[in-house]
């Protein structure tokens, strides 16, 4: 049986992990290569890491990075923020990435989808769609860090997107993110029916139950989730123990 | 010496940094010479069944791998390597495979979702040495819309359960196959490594 993913992401910019606490098995939170590992050993399914380097000029950092993760990481991992083009996918899957995953760039031009998914194969190509429902009820995709609205509706958005030939699709609802109120289980649960690729949960997580209704209730894939697993508020494997004992298939 | 065949196919380096970690002595490479003195191959790769073998024989790679698996040498395909090891591929079409195991790779006809992405448990159907140590529940990690259908069933070490039967791991011989990814199965890709590595050291 399928089992049910558990995904820490973390924040880095300019090759520092941005929020994070310090463990007692890691000496530098703030060295994203050393967290990543603990959180391999801790027993995450998988890994996101999400570049908000503002600054073009320390990009490679993010490269070195990615490099130094795959060396010591056996578990996938996903890189997202700033990959623009089919070199930047190169550059990122070459240092050793699994994935990477394409917000903004795949709205603009949907072609770096379908070149992407034919050049390294769907698996590695996770479209991003940022979340946020409007005044109408309607769900629109966002742009430009959840700043502008690209005015397409997220259901129609996510069946392209996996017509262009996307292997996953990370959904994060902008409504949430942050808030700690959970996952918005009505968007999950759309987005989730409405393709056959997998659904990654992403926004609002804020205690362990979010985990089970985002993926019980949501139909996800995978739960995302940062802050709870940063500052150290739950351990992944209280997470994934959490989640056992509730029925989910949970990788153990 | 443990040979990744290097054909242009996606993430190798991943199987590298595995090897590297169990110690094991490695060469990532498409050079016909250094592959042949080699005591063990890997086959990994993502991507389509044609162009996958499209690449291997623009190399010449052909030969060198059949040549190791009449000499013995423990081979090791990972994904679409494994694919690639059985006769025909049904992806885009038809297309002859390497033809060491029979039968053929068709698209999953679960109704689940396609990929299949993601950690499974194995249920071992026949005990296989690159199985040591790797018991029934194990999970490993899987990305794949196609699976291989071996004609003799007696290959098949071990399953998983995707909303149909999806063989998993093959073993005949010298030859052994894999879906999932074992360089990045945590842990438990690490022990299939590791027997990998010992049956390539045995044979050395």
Known sequence: MLKKRIIPCLDVRDGRVVKGINFVDIQDAGDPVELAKFYDQEGADELVFLDITASHEKRDTMIEVVRKTAKQVFIPFTVGGGIKSIDDMRNILRAGADKVSINTPAIKNKELITQGAKIFGSQCIVVAIDAKKNENGIYEAYINGGRISSGLEVVSWAKEVEACGAGEILLTSMDRDGTKDGYDLELTKLVSEAVSIPVIASGGVGNLEHLYDGLVKGKAQAALAASIFHYGTYSIKEAKQYLIDKGVDIRW | ?204
């Not at chain 2, 029979?102 to 199985?131: A, F």
Request: charged share 25%; glycine share 12%.
């Open chain 2, 1 to 204: 010496m443990i040979g990744i065949i290097d054909y242009g196919r996606g993430n190798i380096s991943s199987v590298e940094t595995a090897l590297d970690k169990g110690g094991f002595e490695n060469i990532t490479t498409d050079d016909h010479n250094i592959l042949r003195k080699c005591d063990g191959l890997i086959l990994p790769g993502v991507g389509a069944f044609k162009d996958g073998m499209k690449d291997l024989e623009g190399r010449g790679l052909i030969p060198v791998i059949e040549e190791a698996v009449l000499q013995g040498k423990p081979l090791l395909g990972i994904c679409l390597g494994l694919h690639l090891l059985f006769e025909v591929g049904e992806e885009d079409g038809q297309s002859a495979g390497l033809g060491i195991l029979k039968g053929r790779v068709e698209r999953l006809t679960t109704k689940l979702k396609i990929p299949h992405i993601g950690w499974n448990d194995l249920k071992i159907i026949n005990p296989s040495p690159i199985l040591d140590d790797i018991v029934d529940g194990d999970n490993f990690y899987f990305v794949h819309s196609y699976q291989a259908h071996p004609v003799d069933k007696s290959i098949i070490s071990a399953t998983c359960d995707y909303g149909q039967d999806v063989v998993a791991v093959v073993t005949k011989n010298n030859v052994f196959g894999v879906q999932f990814h074992p360089e990045k199965s945590s842990l438990k890709g690490m022990v299939l490594i590791q027997n990998f590595g010992r049956l390539v050291s045995k044979w050395s």
